[in-house]
């Protein structure tokens, strides 16, 4: 069936250091893509998502590209900072069916 | 900024207490979801519903119950309580217009003792 593979974690970044988290998807139909964050105590929030491919998601400095070649949407942000930590989840959707999530991975941010 | 609200934020019970989660959204989304999540913050799907009356299993097999009577309103109840279902419990809704898009509430965490 569909699924979303995300690298594992914990990652652990300094601050200012350059982040990717990588995230493939099962190729089955012409999917959506979206990365989610999850703050301490709180919800899943979405980041940002694309549509088709070669489109690229951008939000608050986070960027993921649709690739349809390698089935990836990697999130990278060019310098992270301590308030970047939370967890990541890459998820997919296709047809009428809730969305596929990744197993998330832990982000922390060290000053 | 997405209007969808959880009720109780935190939840402490005994074993064999009767509990329900409330869940409501103001968006007018048809479909709305349960998710269970480890504490190793894998989310897993135990109910969801695509409009009144309409409700299905999600992946992971619960001993909970959800109920659909109104749009804005999807509850999770669990019959009687027991320690293996300690978790957090994440409520969300899409609109069907929306291309997949979830809005998530802000969560129960759930104890039971």
């Known amino acids: 069936g569909d699924s979303v593979t995300q690298m594992e974690g914990p990652v652990t970044l300094s601050e200012e250091a350059f982040l990717t988290i990588n995230c493939t998807y099962t190729a089955t139909g012409y999917p959506s893509l979206f990365w989610y964050v999850q703050y301490p105590g709180e919800g899943l929030q979405l980041l940002l998502k694309?549509?088709?491919?070669?489109d690229k998601g951008s939000n608050k400095g986070f960027e993921a590209t649709y690739r349809k070649e390698t089935t990836s949407f990697h999130l990278e942000k060019g310098s992270v900072q301590v308030s970047d930590s939370a967890v990541y989840f890459c998820?997919?959707?296709?047809?009428?069916?809730?969305?596929?999530f990744g197993k998330g991975t832990r982000l922390s941010v060290i000053a | 900024e997405a209007d969808i609200y959880q009720t109780p934020r935190y939840l402490v019970i005994g074993t064999g207490k009767k509990i329900t989660l409330e869940c409501s959204q103001t968006?007018?989304?048809?479909?709305m979801y349960w998710y269970q999540q480890d504490p190793g913050m894998e989310l897993h799907l135990i109910h969801y519903s695509y409009g009144v009356n309409s409700t299905e299993k999600g992946d992971l097999s619960s001993e909970s119950t959800v109920s659909r009577i109104r749009t804005e309103h999807f509850p999770l109840t669990l019959e009687s309580a027991r320690p293996s279902h300690t978790s957090q419990y994440l409520c969300?809704?899409?609109?069907?217009?929306?291309?997949?898009?979830?809005?998530f509430g802000p969560g129960t965490r759930l104890t039971v003792l």
């Open positions: 968006m007018g989304h048809d479909k």
């Open positions: 998820a997919r959707y296709s047809g009428n069916t809730p969305l596929v």
């Open positions: 694309a549509t088709k491919a070669d």
């Open positions: 969300a809704s899409s609109d069907p217009g929306g291309g997949g898009g979830q809005f």
